[in-house]
């Protein structure tokens, strides 16, 4: 299992970043993905999470009106439309696959400052 995410960057406040997560090894149509993000000293937690089929999407309270998670099973990628950042939206964000085992990636780093 690979997970490959790209897109982070530094941007101004209120406005927008496209993550992506490009996954191998495994059939990413069977499976929900999530992000979860964790910004400088405090826990990871969960941003969002999409169904494997795209259907059912939640997401933490503190993104609701302003992230949107999609996914594209015929490329093997889910993405994050992050739109109006703020500061507090700084952090290192994974792309994560549950079941049995979890698989995490790398991370990208997102900087929202002015």
């Known amino acids: 299992v690979q997970l490959v995410e790209s897109g982070g960057g530094l941007v101004q406040p209120g406005g927008s970043l496209r993550l992506s997560c490009a996954a191998s090894?495994?059939?990413?149509?069977?499976?929900?993905m999530s992000w979860y993000r964790q910004a400088p000293g405090k826990e990871r937690e969960l941003v969002a999470f999409?169904?494997?089929?795209?259907?059912?999407?939640n997401y933490a309270d503190s993104v609701k009106g302003r992230f949107t998670i999609s996914r594209d099973n015929t490329k093997n990628t889910v993405y994050l439309q992050m739109n109006i950042l703020k500061p507090e939206d700084t952090a290192v964000y994974y792309c994560?696959?549950?079941?049995?085992?979890?698989?995490w990636g790398q991370g990208t780093q997102v900087t929202v400052s002015s």
């Open positions: 994560v696959r549950k079941g049995a085992q979890w698989y």
């Open positions: 090894g495994f059939t990413f149509s069977n499976y929900g």
């Open positions: 999409i169904a494997s089929s795209g259907g059912i999407t």
